[in-house]
Nanobody, 123 residues
Framework: QVQLVESGGGLVQAGGSLRLSCAASARTFSNHAMGWLRQAPGKEREFVASISWSGGNTAHKDSVKGRFTISRDNAKNMVYLQMNSLKPEDTGVYYC????????????????WGQGTQVTVSS
């Protein structure tokens, strides 16, 4: 029912940038707020950013504010996460997720997510 496909992960040096992309069905995008979660090795999955299709409101985890920017392209049913000034602590598997609230701000606010894309930031 909900299909989410992430891409754009990879290996990057600290201070570098990556742009993650998420593709989903029109039904998913039109009925769910979207966002990004991540899970570092040995840690629990955590909220990174979210965006609402109604009004374009966004939310970002405090530690990524000013560095990460979530955006959307409604015509293409795509969600992006532009990540700049990457730090080693940003390393993890990034998941595109469909939210259950207008503006998700925690991992618990998402009901579905994709397979993830690995982001590795080296020192």
């Amino acid at each position: 029912q909900v299909q989410l496909v992430e891409s754009g992960g990879g290996l990057v040096q600290a201070g570098g940038s990556l742009r993650l992309s998420c593709a989903a069905s029109a039904r998913t995008f039109s009925n769910h707020a979207m966002g990004w979660l991540r899970q570092a090795p040995g840690k629990e999955r955590e909220f990174v950013a979210s965006i609402s299709w109604s009004g374009g409101n966004t939310a970002h985890k405090d530690s990524v504010k000013g560095r990460f920017t979530i955006s959307r392209d409604n015509a293409k049913n795509m969600v992006y996460l532009q990540m700049n000034s990457l730090k080693p602590e940003d390393t993890g598997v990034y998941y595109c997720a469909a939210g259950s609230r207008p503006i998700p701000t925690s991992e618990a606010d998402f009901g579905s997510w994709g397979q993830g894309t690995q982001v590795t930031v080296s020192s």
